[in-house]
């Protein structure tokens, strides 16, 4: 059984960093896909940042590019990160890790779908205005 658990979230000012990480548990092969999402109060759940382990693609929101970094560990490889600089207002919201197992694609050009098949609980993130 796949289990998601994030960890990380917190309350920061304009212009700060956070750093978000996903760690799976249940598989430990690699070419999982691995992404987050985040929902704000009263809107609908939007795919930031994704990555295919094991040293694949990896796609970006234009609403996070440039300020977001997703990526696997080196040291922990049942875990991905999001670090997440240049926070804005905008990016309040809870983020929520979800996975497939393979197969499957991350493209860089295309928009994330909330159809993974694994999700965490989410961790809250809030960068008051």
């Known amino acids: 059984q796949v289990h998601l658990t994030e960890s990380g979230g917190g309350s920061v000012q304009t212009g700060g960093s956070l750093r978000l990480s996903c760690e799976v548990s249940?598989?430990?092969?690699?070419?999982?896909?691995v992404a987050w999402f985040r929902q704000a109060p009263g809107e609908e759940r939007e795919g930031v940042a994704a990555?295919?382990?094991?040293?694949?693609?990896?796609?970006y929101s234009d609403s996070v590019k440039g300020r977001f970094t997703i990526s696997q560990r080196n040291d922990k490889k049942n875990t991905v990160d999001l670090e997440m600089n240049s926070l804005e207002p905008e990016d309040t919201g809870t983020y929520y890790c979800?996975?497939?197992?393979?197969?499957?694609?991350?493209?860089?050009?295309?928009?994330?779908?909330?159809?993974?098949?694994?999700w965490g609980r989410g961790t809250q993130v809030s960068v008051p205005s």
């Open positions: 249940g598989y430990t092969g690699s070419r999982a896909c």
């Open positions: 979800a996975a497939d197992l393979p197969p499957c694609a991350v493209s860089p050009t295309l928009p994330l779908q909330p159809s993974f098949e694994y």
């Open positions: 990555i295919r382990t094991g040293g694949g693609l990896t796609y």
